[in-house]
């Protein structure tokens, strides 16, 4: 036995080791409702969507799979992501570690209300609206993996969250150089997003281009390689800078499905941004996408 006596074998842990993977061998009948739901989603997709009509036919978020938004510093990828957030059907976390809970609330607010300057009456009466629906986690500056970890499956298990949004990698205790961590921390999240049942987003940051005009793609995002290779989504989130001479139909901001495993469409789509209700609005001449109204929410909440 090469040197190892029956002594040195931790019979236990290999018991309880064969144990659980037993538990993961099924039959492939098993698993045929989902897998038929998963070729006929072409014709009927499943999953919430991203808020503009344009792109419901195209993409969608499952349940059990991981998301990254990228984008270079300053360019909305954040702000694009609270904006999906605020019309997702199934409830969200978010735990934005670079922004104080009430800073990310007050934005939300400001996308549902459609208003730089609701009355605080109105802001009130939205936000509780919220209930349920939108969950803050109160964090800011790096935390520890395994807090993270723990919020993910007590969201999932206690509370019934079906997104997590994680605002952003580098609030991971993660180096900047050290790409065996990152790759072993998006590992775990998308192991957890499997396993939980939940949809999870994570935020990370770009190399930013030469030209602002260009839109990047999923090699210019910073860190290791298996970041988006681990991924099962790849959301490309890019402004450019407008100068007074610009051309007001030409788009301010583009969204680009940069990977896509399990569905067929890749590609881009334009948008302007609506400065006042901090959304990103579809047509150049369009107000903000109003969110649902009160009378509706309340016949949502029964």
């Given at each position: 036995m090469n040197g190892i006596t029956l002594e040195d074998i931790d019979f236990e842990r290999y018991l309880e080791e064969t144990e659980e993977i037993a538990q993961k061998v099924q039959q492939a009948t098993e698993f045929f409702d989902a897998a038929y739901d998963r070729i006929s989603e072409n014709s009927n997709p499943t999953g919430d969507t991203l808020p503009w009509p344009k792109t419901w036919d195209k993409f969608r978020f499952r349940d059990g799979e991981l998301t990254i938004w990228a984008g270079v510093n300053g360019n909305g990828k954040s702000l694009v992501m609270g904006q999906a957030a605020l019309f997702f059907?199934?409830?969200?976390?978010?735990?934005?570690?670079?922004?104080?809970?009430?800073?990310?609330?007050?934005?939300?607010?400001?996308?549902?209300?459609?208003?730089?300057?609701?009355?605080?009456?109105?802001?009130?009466?939205?936000?509780?609206?919220?209930?349920?629906?939108?969950?803050?986690y109160n964090q800011v500056g790096n935390v520890q993996q395994r807090a993270l970890f723990g919020m993910i499956r007590y969201c999932s298990r206690e509370l019934g969250i079906k997104h997590i949004m994680i605002d952003s990698l580098v609030k991971c205790g993660l180096g900047v150089d050290d790409y065996n961590s990152q790759k072993q921390f998006v590992d775990r999240l998308t192991s957890l997003a499997k396993d939980e049942g939940v949809h999870i987003h994570l935020v990370v940051h770009m190399r930013k281009l030469a030209n602002e005009s260009d839109v990047p793609d999923k090699h210019s995002i910073k860190g290791a390689g298996e970041i988006t290779d681990l991924a099962d989504n790849v959301i490309i989130v890019a402004r450019r800078t407008m100068n007074l001479e610009d051309n007001i139909e030409e788009p301010t901001g583009f969204i680009r499905i940069a990977k896509h495993r399990h569905g067929d469409y890749e590609g881009t789509w334009g948008f302007w941004f609506h400065e006042p209700s901090q959304q990103w609005v579809s047509a150049p001449d369009r107000g903000c996408l109003p969110w649902p109204s009160l009378e509706a929410q309340e016949m949502l909440s029964g």
């Open positions: 059907n199934k409830p969200c976390v978010i735990a934005s570690m670079e922004m104080l809970p009430e800073a990310t609330l007050a934005r939300i607010i400001r996308q549902a209300c459609g208003n730089e300057y609701p009355t605080r009456d109105y802001a009130e009466r939205i936000t509780k609206k919220f209930y349920g629906k939108i969950w803050l």
